[in-house]
Nanobody, 118 residues
Framework: VQLVESGGGMVQPGGSLRLSCAAS????????MFWVRQAPGKGLEWVSM?????????NYADSVQGRFTVSRNNAKNTVYLQMNSLKPEDTALYYC???????????RGQGTQVTVSS
């Protein structure tokens, strides 16, 4: 299983970024996918989850609801996180992760840094 995130960077408050996560080594279509993040000095925080298959159904943390949108392209084995109206508190290392068979996730990528600052 390999998960490789990209698309992070530095952006001003109110700006947007789109993160991508390229997956390989498993049948991507069969798994739910997660985005989680870790802010400096804090623990991991769940951000979003998208269901397996056509991705019908997604969930978001209250802190990002209405600002972030998760999507997937099964033909490209890629999951995305569109982040709009970014805030300084969104600054974190963002990871994508594969859904586990017992809930939660079982594999995680190396992460991509998002910094929101003026």
């Amino acid at each position: 299983v390999q998960l490789v995130e990209s698309g992070g960077g530095m952006v001003q408050p109110g700006g947007s970024l789109r993160l991508s996560c390229a997956a390989s080594g498993f049948t991507f279509n069969n798994y739910a996918m997660f985005w989680v993040r870790q802010a400096p000095g804090k623990g991991l925080e769940w951000v979003s989850m998208i269901n397996s298959g056509d991705g019908g159904g997604a969930n978001y943390a209250d802190s990002v609801q209405g600002r972030f949108t998760v999507s997937r392209n099964n033909a490209k084995n890629t999951v995305y996180l569109q982040m709009n109206s970014l805030k300084p508190e969104d600054t974190a290392l963002y990871y994508c992760a594969r859904g586990g068979s017992r809930g939660g996730y079982d594999y995680r990528g190396q992460g991509t840094q998002v910094t929101v600052s003026s």
